[in-house]
Each structure stands twice: as C-alpha cells, then as structure tokens.
C-alpha cells in the first residue's frame, strides 16, 4: 500500500501548479482525503480535506478561493489545483487518507490511515 503526492516545483509568485495524489494497493474513493503542507520550521497545517464522494471539501481560509480539490476515481487519483501561489504557500505537501472526522461542524482529515511522501512547493516573489 502506497501514497504518493507529485507535482511540485519551483514557481513564481501568481503562478499555478497541480499537484497529484496517487494510491496503490487501496482505492482512493472510498477514504477522506486531506493535503497538508509543512514548511521548515513550522507546524504542519491541514489545507484542504475532501469527502469519499468529493461532495464536500474544508479548506484553510488562506487557500480559499486559490486552491481546489478534485478526485478522478478511475485513476485512483486526487488532484490539488493551486492557482494565484504566493511565496507563503512555499512548502512540503503532502496527501493523507483516511476516515472523516467532524470538529466543531467541520469536516477535518485529523484521522489519518495512510501517509503520503510529499513533494516541495517553493514559490519565489
């Protein structure tokens, strides 16, 4: 069983990228799926958590409106659009699957059966 996020890079502050989580060995569609990221020195933060069925997503208030989730289940395959990057989003991501968790009436992805590797985001100004 394997997690793997790809996609990441270096680009310039306004730019974009998509970044792919790709399970082996389990199907994607049927755990909640959350990308984190992790900068150096700080702690990691939950940006986006999406529903087995894709029909609800959480994220952070400081990607909203930049970023979007999307799920292509016959490549077993979650995707995060990120749009309009700028040098704070500069990070490790990575993708998680697992059950849902509701705090405070939000769907959150804090329960976490698999672990992803992650791929480096770094946006320059």
């Known amino acids: 069983v394997q997690l793997q996020a790809s996609g990441g890079g270096l680009v310039q502050a306004g730019g974009s990228l998509r970044l792919s989580c790709v399970a082996s060995g389990f199907r994607l569609e049927y755990s909640a799926i959350g990308w984190f990221r992790q900068a150096p020195g700080k702690a990691r933060e939950e940006i986006s958590c999406?529903?087995?069925?894709?029909?609800?997503?959480y994220y952070v208030d400081s990607v909203k409106g930049r970023f979007t989730v999307s799920r292509d289940n016959a490549n077993n395959t979650v995707y995060l659009q990120m749009n309009n990057l700028k040098p704070e989003d500069t990070a490790d991501y990575y993708c998680t699957a697992g059950p849902l968790n509701i705090i405070s009436g939000t769907i959150r992805c804090t329960k976490t059966d698999w672990r992803g590797k992650g791929t480096q985001v770094t946006v320059s100004s």
């Open positions: 999406t529903t087995s069925s894709g029909g609800m997503t």
